[in-house]
Protein backbone atom coordinates (compact mmCIF):
# COMPACT_ATOMS: atom_id res chain seq x y z
CA UNK A 1 0.00 0.00 0.00
CA UNK A 2 1.36 3.43 -0.72
CA UNK A 3 2.45 6.24 1.56
CA UNK A 4 -0.19 9.24 2.00
CA UNK A 5 2.80 11.48 0.52
CA UNK A 6 2.59 9.13 -2.21
CA UNK A 7 -0.96 9.06 -2.36
CA UNK A 8 -0.78 12.82 -2.31
CA UNK A 9 1.30 13.33 -5.32
CA UNK A 10 -0.28 11.07 -7.41
CA UNK A 11 -3.37 13.46 -7.17
CA UNK A 12 -1.28 16.68 -7.39
CA UNK A 13 -0.06 14.67 -10.57
CA UNK A 14 -3.59 13.42 -12.00
CA UNK A 15 -5.73 16.51 -11.80
CA UNK A 16 -5.05 18.89 -14.68
CA UNK A 17 -6.78 22.07 -12.95
CA UNK A 18 -4.61 21.66 -10.03
CA UNK A 19 -1.39 21.52 -12.35
CA UNK A 20 -3.08 24.71 -14.14
CA UNK A 21 -3.60 26.63 -10.71
CA UNK A 22 -0.06 25.76 -9.70
CA UNK A 23 -1.12 23.86 -6.37
CA UNK A 24 1.05 21.81 -4.46
CA UNK A 25 0.57 20.71 -0.97
CA UNK A 26 2.41 19.51 2.16
CA UNK A 27 1.95 16.93 4.94
CA UNK A 28 2.93 16.93 8.56
CA UNK A 29 1.71 14.08 9.69
CA UNK A 30 -2.02 13.12 8.82
CA UNK A 31 -2.47 16.94 8.19
CA UNK A 32 -1.70 18.53 4.62
CA UNK A 33 -1.55 22.48 3.95
CA UNK A 34 -2.44 23.15 0.42
CA UNK A 35 -0.64 26.18 -1.49
CA UNK A 36 -1.93 28.08 -4.04
CA UNK A 37 0.89 30.58 -5.18
CA UNK A 38 0.37 33.74 -6.71
CA UNK A 39 0.45 33.81 -10.88
CA UNK A 40 -1.09 36.45 -12.96
CA UNK A 41 -3.34 34.26 -14.76
CA UNK A 42 -5.23 33.66 -11.76
CA UNK A 43 -6.11 37.45 -11.12
CA UNK A 44 -10.40 38.11 -11.82
CA UNK A 45 -9.75 41.98 -10.38
CA UNK A 46 -7.35 43.51 -12.38
CA UNK A 47 -8.36 46.81 -10.67
CA UNK A 48 -7.53 45.03 -6.99
CA UNK A 49 -5.66 43.13 -7.58
CA UNK A 50 -7.80 40.03 -6.67
CA UNK A 51 -7.76 36.24 -7.71
CA UNK A 52 -10.83 34.83 -9.34
CA UNK A 53 -13.56 33.45 -7.39
CA UNK A 54 -13.89 30.50 -9.65
CA UNK A 55 -10.07 30.00 -8.80
CA UNK A 56 -10.71 29.98 -4.90
CA UNK A 57 -13.46 28.27 -5.20
CA UNK A 58 -11.50 25.48 -7.19
CA UNK A 59 -8.50 25.58 -4.90
CA UNK A 60 -10.89 25.05 -2.28
CA UNK A 61 -12.42 22.19 -4.01
CA UNK A 62 -9.04 20.31 -4.39
CA UNK A 63 -7.91 20.78 -0.97
CA UNK A 64 -10.84 18.77 -0.07
CA UNK A 65 -10.35 16.22 -2.54
CA UNK A 66 -6.68 16.13 -2.03
CA UNK A 67 -7.45 15.74 2.00
CA UNK A 68 -9.47 13.07 1.35
CA UNK A 69 -6.71 11.28 -1.16
CA UNK A 70 -4.67 11.23 1.60
CA UNK A 71 -6.95 9.11 3.87
CA UNK A 72 -9.09 7.76 2.33
CA UNK A 73 -6.60 5.60 -0.86
CA UNK A 74 -8.74 4.96 -3.70
CA UNK A 75 -7.91 4.01 -7.21
CA UNK A 76 -10.63 6.34 -8.79
CA UNK A 77 -11.07 9.64 -7.72
CA UNK A 78 -13.68 10.49 -5.13
CA UNK A 79 -16.74 12.85 -6.41
CA UNK A 80 -17.80 16.59 -5.53
CA UNK A 81 -21.76 15.77 -4.48
CA UNK A 82 -21.99 19.42 -3.58
CA UNK A 83 -20.48 22.40 -2.04
CA UNK A 84 -20.93 25.90 -0.38
CA UNK A 85 -18.51 28.35 -0.56
CA UNK A 86 -18.57 31.43 0.98
CA UNK A 87 -16.39 34.64 0.10
CA UNK A 88 -15.43 36.21 2.91
CA UNK A 89 -12.49 39.34 1.92
CA UNK A 90 -10.87 39.73 -2.07
CA UNK A 91 -7.95 37.23 -2.00
CA UNK A 92 -5.34 39.82 -3.05
CA UNK A 93 -2.16 38.87 -5.49
CA UNK A 94 -0.51 36.77 -2.86
CA UNK A 95 0.34 33.24 -1.73
CA UNK A 96 -3.21 31.40 -0.45
CA UNK A 97 -2.93 28.50 1.67
CA UNK A 98 -6.29 26.27 2.63
CA UNK A 99 -6.40 23.35 5.83
CA UNK A 100 -9.59 20.81 5.25
CA UNK A 101 -11.07 19.74 8.23
CA UNK A 102 -12.39 16.04 7.71
CA UNK A 103 -15.95 16.56 9.52
CA UNK A 104 -17.84 13.59 8.75
CA UNK A 105 -16.29 10.20 6.60
CA UNK A 106 -19.06 7.84 6.36
CA UNK A 107 -19.22 4.29 4.26
CA UNK A 108 -20.25 6.17 0.71
CA UNK A 109 -19.98 9.79 1.84
CA UNK A 110 -17.56 12.47 3.29
CA UNK A 111 -18.79 15.55 5.10
CA UNK A 112 -15.19 18.33 4.67
CA UNK A 113 -15.03 21.76 5.77
CA UNK A 114 -11.88 23.85 4.24
CA UNK A 115 -10.74 27.51 5.03
CA UNK A 116 -8.25 29.45 2.64
CA UNK A 117 -6.13 32.60 3.81
CA UNK A 118 -3.35 34.45 3.32
CA UNK A 119 -1.01 36.17 5.65
CA UNK A 120 -3.05 35.67 8.56
CA UNK A 121 -4.97 31.79 9.20
CA UNK A 122 -7.32 33.92 11.66
CA UNK A 123 -8.56 36.12 8.85
CA UNK A 124 -9.92 33.56 6.27
CA UNK A 125 -10.38 34.87 2.39
CA UNK A 126 -12.92 32.08 1.87
CA UNK A 127 -14.46 28.54 3.21
CA UNK A 128 -15.88 25.56 1.80
CA UNK A 129 -18.53 22.79 2.97
CA UNK A 130 -18.97 20.10 0.93
CA UNK A 131 -20.20 16.22 0.72
CA UNK A 132 -17.97 13.76 -1.19
CA UNK A 133 -18.96 10.83 -2.74
CA UNK A 134 -16.25 7.95 -1.69
CA UNK A 135 -15.15 5.82 -4.17
CA UNK A 136 -14.62 1.90 -3.93
CA UNK A 137 -11.28 0.57 -4.67
Known amino acids: ?13 RVPYVRFLGMRAELAGDEMTAILPFADH ?11 G ?3 GAFLEMTALAQLSVVQPSERM ?10 LRPGRAMTTYARADLRKIGRRIANVH ?4 QDQR ?9 HFL ?4
Open 78 to 87: HKTIDVTIEY
Open 114 to 117: VEAW
Open 42 to 52: LIGNTMLPALH
Open 122 to 130: DKPVASLRG
Open 54 to 56: GVI
Open 1 to 13: MSSPADRLTVFLQ
Open 134 to 137: LSGT
